[in-house]
């Protein structure tokens, strides 16, 4: 007995896998008492028996009992599991709770059993430990103990696979959602045939409101909204997998071959499956989904490829219309490839500290006096050359990225406000675009309160650029909180780019704003037709009913800029006057024309190459770095 304990807690701390350690202690007692057949059988949370081992008994018999509930009247080990005690039968030919199974046992001569159950420290079933007599009798004295000790052998061997489980569990399933993650993913993808074209599909689902969910109604109902999709997820991939690989994404691995035969109905039916609501006590949330997907293909040289394939296809369905599903096509390949680039660009300015905010001024039309600014942003390579914001743009569609980017451009331009205060440069106002993502995200004011921490007084000389979309999402009740807790700040709005969208003058109604800025595409025919002078003038008159004031914006030939202040219009801002510059550039500007400063002299025009005539006074220092043709396109 002694040598059964240490061999069996030799197989235990080698980690052997649950298996073979009952297989060992099965045999050893067997060599003890030759006359009786051992078998262990595990019993699952939902109390459903599965063999673990039997060395003596057929396979066949073993397979029988596979799947069984445990009962009152399950033979003894379902029956032992059931009541959570031992159950000893001297004549499974005549105990009725052997009725439904003594047939089988009868025929390979087992006329007794006795079963005794194995509990975990609360309790919970585990097991059962049995042994099978070949006479009608019940367990000697020397077997009773010995089944003492395997017994408690057993409950050492299943505490400790009990515990690997979990953990391995725990690295490999996603907590909130219960589904298999990333890493489990990972693992999965490895080992994939990556043999045969079309033996597998990924598809990739990202769920398109679990950021407006948590924040309009908290994480709490954005966990239930992940947790709700998730289940429906699972059970609309079985019998294939389905992952939770990130924050709001998904992927379903689909080898069943009448799915990979129909891809685009299995992607519909799943959009449609995920659509009903979940309702709350208050409100109701229907999830939205975009799914993308790929089959692995001919061209594919591993399962990496169709993944970037599926990333492909998701992006595209996402950027002509989210809620909707596209699978992967090779035209697809240049645009995405584009956008992940000019994304990985961004990321690594920002992690090297490459971004710079470079200003155009916002000039008095009468007297050509600077009375603003607009932050710009410019992206310096590792060459050393500096990009204009068009050459990035693929980049800030992505909300994270333009969120990442409104944040450093704050920074940056809290830190040359100080700079000029510091320098004795009266106050100048200070326009910096921002999207509708950051409104919406509600984190576009603890930005600005955080970037100018130090000095809360410049606050006051922000105006924020907002476009279209964030007109159209002012009923957002996130958006408008966020823009009327903006204004009570002392934070100025301007409609930035009017008209070059869906904006109607209906807007200008209702959207609470300080500043509208005309877009260029109305000051380059001013002086061609009516109609351009025409909506100019009537903008001119709704914002002069509203209180706020008017920027042209892209103003390139004196003509223009005339025909403007004719007509009233107060601002300006372009190439006739000075492109965005850097920040050195611009406090030579500042000081020798803001139309604060003790020394303000007109603006002078630009020259014909679009660069401001700069006097001695106004170039500091020049730029240290080159600039990229098309750096006059303002982003």
């Avoid at 105006?463 to 909180?481: C, K, W």
Wanted: net charge negative.
């Amino acid at each position: 007995m002694i040598d059964l304990r240490l061999t069996t807690l030799e197989h235990i701390a080698r980690g052997d896998s649950l298996g073979r350690v009952m297989d060992h202690l099965c045999r050893a007692f067997e060599a003890n008492f030759p006359e009786v057949i051992c078998a262990v059988l595990m019993v699952d949370r939902g109390g459903i028996l599965h063999p673990l081992a039997s060395p003596s008994l057929p396979e066949s018999y073993s397979a029988a009992l596979d799947n069984l509930a445990i009962g009152p009247n399950v033979g003894s080990c379902g029956t032992a599991a059931y009541i959570r005690a031992p159950v000893e039968v001297r004549d499974i030919a005549t105990d009725p709770r052997w009725a439904n199974f003594r047939d089988a046992a009868l025929s390979l001569g087992l006329r007794a059993c006795w079963s005794s159950p194995i509990l975990d420290p609360s309790g919970l079933v585990l097991a059962t430990f049995a042994l099978y007599f070949r006479h009608s009798r019940g367990p000697t004295q020397g077997e009773r103990q010995l089944v003492d000790i395997c017994i408690h052998l057993c409950e050492l061997a299943m505490a400790r696979h009990l515990r690997v489980t979990e953990r391995e569990r725990s690295a490999n399933m996603d907590a909130l959602t219960g589904l298999p993650n990333r890493g489990s993913f990972e693992q999965t993808l490895e080992h994939l045939d990556c043999e045969t074209p079309g033996s597998w599909a990924l598809m990739l689902v990202d769920l398109d409101n679990l950021k407006t969910t948590n924040d309009t109604f908290g994480h709490e109902a954005g966990d239930r909204l992940l947790q709700e999709t998730a289940g429906r997820l699972g059970k609309l991939a079985t019998p294939d997998w389905a992952f939770r690989i990130g924050g709001d994404e998904f992927a379903i691995l689909i080898v069943a071959p009448e799915r990979l035969e129909a891809l685009d109905a299995y992607a519909r039916h799943i959009l449609t499956h995920l659509s009903p609501s979940l309702d709350f006590a208050t409100f109701s949330i229907q999830p939205e989904a975009t799914i993308g997907y790929a089959a692995f293909g001919a061209q594919d040289r591993n399962a990496d490829d169709t993944r970037r394939h599926a990333d492909h296809a998701l992006y595209h369905a996402k950027s002509v219309h989210r809620g909707s599903f596209r699978g992967y096509s090779q035209d697809m390949n240049d645009p995405v490839a584009a956008r992940l680039s000019s994304i990985s660009a961004v990321q690594a300015a920002m992690a090297e500290g490459r971004l710079r905010a470079w200003y155009q001024p916002i000039l008095r039309l009468n007297d050509r006096r600077i009375v603003g600014l607009e932050a710009l942003c410019r992206m310096v390579t590792p060459q050393g050359t500096v990009l204009p914001a068009s050459a990035f743009a693929e980049a800030t569609l992505a909300p994270g990225i333009a969120s990442q980017l409104t944040r450093v451009m704050l920074e940056m331009v809290a830190a040359d406000l100080r700079l000029w205060r510091d320098s004795g440069i009266p106050p100048i106002s200070m326009a910096v675009n921002v999207t509708a993502t950051d409104l919406r995200g509600g984190r576009l004011l603890p930005a600005i309160t955080q970037a100018f921490q130090e000095d809360r007084d410049l606050i006051s000389q922000l105006v924020l650029e907002v476009n279209e979309s964030v007109y159209f999402d002012r009923h957002d009740r996130n958006m408008a909180v966020a823009i009327d807790a903006l204004r009570e700040q002392g934070i100025r709005i301007a409609l930035d780019d009017f008209g070059t969208g869906f904006a109607s003058l209906t807007h200008l109604l209702d959207f609470p704003f300080d500043s509208l800025k005309i877009d260029k595409s109305f000051i380059d025919r001013l002086t061609v037709d009516d109609l351009s002078s025409t909506i100019i003038a009537a903008l001119l008159a709704i914002a002069d009913k509203r209180g706020a004031t008017v920027t042209a914006e892209g103003i390139e030939h004196a003509g223009q800029a005339a025909r403007l202040s004719e007509m009233g219009c107060p601002f300006g801002q372009g190439y006739l006057f000075s492109p965005a510059v850097d920040r050195t550039q611009t406090a030579g500007l500042l000081i020798r024309h803001a139309a604060s400063g003790p020394i303000s002299a007109p603006m002078p025009l630009a020259d014909t190459n679009g660069l401001p005539a700069l006097g001695a006074q106004d170039s500091v220092i020049a730029p240290d770095v080159p600039l990229v043709d098309g750096a006059r396109t303002a982003f």
